[in-house]
């Protein structure tokens, strides 16, 4: 069986035309134009992958998720989600606003419930550890005004060209899929790259116990010499076709801007997937950080914080290739040294395809890398 | 902060509890145990009385949908 909605509840809000009567006839001083990353919230809300919230967090969520990594109501969840605005951004409780889009498109309509201030750097203390500037979740929360509208999203506009539509699927959707499938352990596997030989070699494992694979690929504003969105939904296309067996796996994208807050994040990922109906989410080295500001393992030692997250994770250590085993090994079922160890480093890998040499087969697929390699710029620039 | 209040438990459960964590990591504290395996249960309660979350026609047309992605 899928796992429950987080919270007991599977949120769906109303969706609507964007030329529906609830977004017209609005002052121009409640309109809220937000950027792409809170849009992608926005319709995460609206969609149920961040069930139970139906809108942005009040002051009382916002403490306790902050000091006990809980909602108000004891619900685990590790990171707030907030609504930012410039205070020069007038309305107030009780006034409903709408958000748009950067071109001015409606989203949604809100509700404010709540208008508060946090303070920034206990937010970045507490979420990310640190509150170096250089960490790009504190940078980006740092650049954040402090100002926070609280709501609920009472009716989400359709968002028609999404180009990923033919791969993005809502909660609801996955769950009756899982369904069809007769799927009762679902394994999620949160990705924002291509895919390498390590990363099949975890999800394989992982499929080694369940009935099902969901390969989750995070799509969304990216950094400069990361891999392109599209190319990232090709590779997994070209992975899937040729080294999986039919009907144990599915692709959907995720859209979500990563927060790059480590072991607070992992439990934020395993929530999103819990709500997609998956009953396992596969969690290794590092996941989610960034630099050096996590411990390896720091994002499979919180798990222990969460008897109750109704997801469960599987830990991985890092494959690579051995070649006195010869084939694919990890720290644990290889007793032999780095030496033999074939491993090559992210930067390394996009200077070989980059200048259009395909990497070996032991790190990456040949059909994975004709992929990317075909496309004339899968790098963001 | 989190807010807490107090419940009652028998003495000699609670020497008993503060036997086992003295021999395991992980544990502050009996309040901390107590606290932990009070959500294993309670969540496990609460699963079991979850309602499903769309009816029959609405997974007619959410199949509808994943057979022209074809997913189905």
């Not at chain 1, 429950?4 to 769906?12: C, I, M």
């Not at chain 1, 069809?180 to 679902?186: G, L, N």
């Amino acid at each position: 069986m899928v796992s429950v909605p987080h919270g007991g509840e599977l949120v769906q809000l109303d969706v609507v035309d964007p030329s529906h009567d609830a977004f017209n006839g609005y002052d121009k001083s409640l309109m809220l134009p937000v950027s792409k990353e809170t849009e992608a919230t926005v319709l995460n809300i609206a969609s149920g992958i961040l069930s139970p919230l139906t809108g942005f967090m009040g002051e009382e969520d916002c403490k306790t998720v902050l000091d006990s990594m809980r909602l108000s109501d004891d619900t685990p969840w590790s990171i707030p989600v907030l609504l930012h605005v410039a205070s020069s951004f007038t309305p107030q409780v009780r006034d409903e606003i709408v958000l748009t889009d950067e071109g001015g498109s409606p989203l949604a309509n809100l509700l404010i419930d709540e208008r508060f201030k946090i303070d920034r750097k206990e937010y970045a203390e507490k979420v990310y550890g640190t509150s170096d500037p250089a960490h790009p979740g504190v940078a980006r929360i740092f650049s954040s005004p402090d100002s926070v509208l609280a709501g609920r999203i009472r009716r989400f506009a359709a968002r028609p060209g999404d180009p990923f539509s033919d791969v993005t699927l809502a909660p609801r959707e996955t769950r009756v899929l899982f369904g069809e499938k007769s799927w009762r352990t679902i394994v999620a596997f949160q990705t924002r790259n291509p895919p390498h030989l390590s990363h099949e070699y975890v999800q394989k494992t992982a499929l080694a116990f369940a009935d099902g694979l969901f390969i989750n690929p995070v799509l969304g504003k990216k950094k400069v010499g990361d891999f392109r969105d599209e190319v990232i939904v090709a590779a997994y296309k070209a992975l899937i076709r040729n080294y999986y067996p039919q009907n144990c796996c599915v692709l959907s994208v995720l859209h979500y801007e990563m927060q790059y807050a480590g072991p607070r994040e992992a439990i934020m990922h395993a929530i999103m997937r819990k709500n997609f109906g998956c009953t396992h989410i596969a969690i290794g080295r590092d996941h989610a950080g960034v630099g050096s500001y996590y411990r390896p393992y720091a994002a499979q030692e919180i798990f222990k914080e969460f008897p109750d997250l109704g997801i469960t994770p599987l830990f991985f250590r890092e494959f690579f290739y051995c070649r006195k085993c010869a084939g694919m090994a990890n720290e644990k079922t290889c007793p032999h040294g780095e030496d033999d160890h074939l491993t090559i480093s992210g930067t390394r890998l996009r200077e070989l395809l980059d200048g259009g040499e395909s990497p070996p087969k032991e790190v990456m697929r040949p059909e994975v890398a004709s992929v990317i390699m075909s496309d004339p710029d899968p790098f963001v620039r | 902060m989190t807010k807490y209040t107090t419940v009652s438990l028998p003495v000699t459960l609670h020497k008993r509890v503060e036997r086992l964590i003295a021999e395991k990591e992980g544990f502050k504290s009996v309040s901390d145990y107590v606290t932990y395996v009070l959500r294993e249960v309670v969540a496990m309660h609460e699963t079991e009385k979850t309602p499903a979350p769309f009816t029959s026609k609405d997974v007619e047309v959410i199949k509808s949908r994943l057979k022209a992605l074809g997913y189905i």
